[in-house]
């Protein structure tokens, strides 16, 4: 392989990658509180691309599951997180396994 | 049929039984609660040596550290003291599940070695708390399943009672309750079919089997499905744990009770914004965990529930 990098190319090179670093901030980034064994918002609206994270605030474990198996989380203890891209659009409809009367939704458009 | 004896009327029995604290006893016979008193211990031990008398303990919760109690298996331990220090050995003990706060092998490791120093049988059910490890219930399984059919079920006859252990924690569904599913349900005709109906039958299993608190979960979608293939039965008592308070109502030849947890109060059902362990100062928490002593008097109806707490 040739290793030989013109200076040229070495300071484009150094100039894109803080672009792409903020091409990634930009992404787009929502929340979903769980606390007091609900979900917040029960109902989420998001574009297609968008990293969704759930963050348990109450003092008892809860997972979340997509109707369909489209992801699964761990079990989120006391302050852990559990964070899912939403590649396509459409309704996703998901729930607590542990308590299944908690119950939310990502509304995902392009 | 006579209502009520010694000027206590059902309505009143009844009031009496919800929310009952320590130290209460009750018998029924052919469904109308008869005699309510609250006793002392002597009068509580004299009735034990009626019959059949076990054990329940429920939500041991190890594992947990939170501000509702910061030393679970702390107050486990009181529990088994109190197992060990009671005036009659109990036949045995069943523990209604939540064993384990998070399905952590140390949790049960913990658990195991704590509960173990009460040197009696243990039957169990898994709460939902047991089977969150990655496998979905194996660790619970591989553990306390040896006996057990399907997700953890089984009975078993002691003292010409039969002892019914059930699932119903697993596979819930979106916005649904606690669920025992059809091959449960099947399992469960099955296991009946042929026992005569004078058998009393003990039915126990971690969320309440009949409806307490529909908002916050606490039931059991084909709960109702279980009860009537009992039904038949003269006297079906069922135990359950999971809402950490005692709860209980007769109907008809069943009666229905909830056990204490060793770990952490909840709050009572719509006082508050949801359930989850309850803060209560530290002088306080004690008086609001506990376990359940049950006598079965052998040849009658009567069936008796003392519970007791860990203050």
């Known amino acids: 392989m040739n290793m030989t990098l013109s200076r040229r190319s070495f300071s484009a090179l150094v100039f894109a990658l803080p672009l792409l670093g903020t091409a990634r901030a930009e992404e787009e980034a929502a929340h979903i509180m769980i606390d007091n064994f609900v979900f917040t918002p029960a109902e989420l609206k998001v574009k297609t691309g968008t990293k969704v994270t759930w963050k348990?605030?109450?003092?008892?474990?809860?997972?979340?599951?997509?109707?369909?198996?489209?992801f699964r989380s761990k079990p989120l203890d006391t302050g852990d997180e559990f964070s899912y891209v939403f590649a396509k659009a459409g309704k996703v409809d998901y729930f607590c396994t542990l308590h299944p009367h908690m119950v939310g939704s990502v509304i995902v458009t392009d | 049929m006579a209502?009520?004896?010694?000027?206590?009327?059902?309505?009143?029995?009844?009031?009496?039984?919800?929310?009952?604290?320590?130290?209460?006893?009750?018998?029924?016979?052919?469904?109308?609660?008869?005699?309510?008193?609250?006793?002392?211990?002597?009068?509580?031990?004299?009735?034990?040596?009626?019959?059949?008398?076990f054990l329940q303990i429920s939500d041991s919760h190890v594992g947990f550290d939170k501000a509702a109690n910061p030393n679970a298996l702390a107050t486990l331990q009181e529990a088994?003291?109190?197992?060990?220090?009671?005036?009659?050995?109990?036949?045995?003990?069943?523990?209604?599940?939540?064993?384990?706060?998070?399905?952590?092998?140390?949790?049960?490791?913990?658990?195991?070695?704590?509960?173990?120093?009460?040197?009696?049988?243990?039957?169990?059910?898994?709460?939902?708390?047991?089977?969150?490890?990655?496998?979905?219930?194996?660790?619970?399984?591989?553990?306390?399943?040896?006996?057990?059919?399907?997700?953890?079920?089984?009975?078993?006859?002691?003292?010409?009672?039969?002892?019914?252990?059930?699932?119903n924690v697993l596979d819930l569904k979106a916005g649904g309750l606690g669920n025992l599913g059809e091959e449960q349900l099947k399992w469960l005709e099955d296991d009946v079919r042929g026992k005569s109906a004078s058998t009393p039958i003990v039915v126990f299993a971690h969320v309440p089997l009949w409806l307490v608190y529909e908002k916050w979960g606490w039931g059991t979608d084909d709960g109702a499905r279980a009860l009537a293939l009992l039904k038949r039965f003269g006297s079906v008592t069922v135990l359950n744990g999971h809402i950490h308070q005692i709860v209980q109502k007769v109907e008809g030849n069943m009666t229905f009770h909830t056990a204490r947890s060793t770990a952490f109060p909840q709050p009572e059902p719509g006082t508050a914004p949801s359930p989850g362990p309850k803060v209560v100062p530290a002088d306080q928490l004690r008086t609001m965990l506990g376990l359940s002593t049950v006598t079965i008097a052998s040849g009658q109806r009567p069936l008796a529930i003392v519970d007791s707490t860990l203050a």
């Open chain 2, 80 to 167: 088994i003291d109190k197992v060990g220090a009671m005036p009659q050995r109990p036949a045995f003990m069943i523990h209604t599940g939540d064993i384990t706060h998070l399905s952590r092998a140390a949790e049960f490791d913990n658990a195991d070695q704590v509960i173990g120093k009460a040197k009696l049988d243990v039957h169990y059910v898994p709460g939902e708390h047991d089977v969150i490890d990655e496998d979905g219930g194996k660790a619970y399984l591989d553990r306390y399943g040896k006996n057990a059919k399907g997700a953890g079920w089984y009975s078993f006859d002691q003292a010409g009672v039969h002892f019914i252990g059930l699932v």
């Open chain 1, 56 to 70: 348990n605030d109450d003092d008892i474990p809860h997972t979340i599951l997509a109707k369909g198996g489209a």
């Open chain 2, 3 to 53: 209502d009520h004896d010694d000027g206590i009327n059902r309505r009143h029995a009844l009031e009496c039984m919800i929310w009952a604290g320590t130290g209460v006893l009750w018998t029924v016979s052919g469904g109308v609660p008869k005699s309510l008193n609250l006793l002392g211990d002597a009068q509580a031990a004299e009735q034990s040596a009626a019959g059949l008398t």
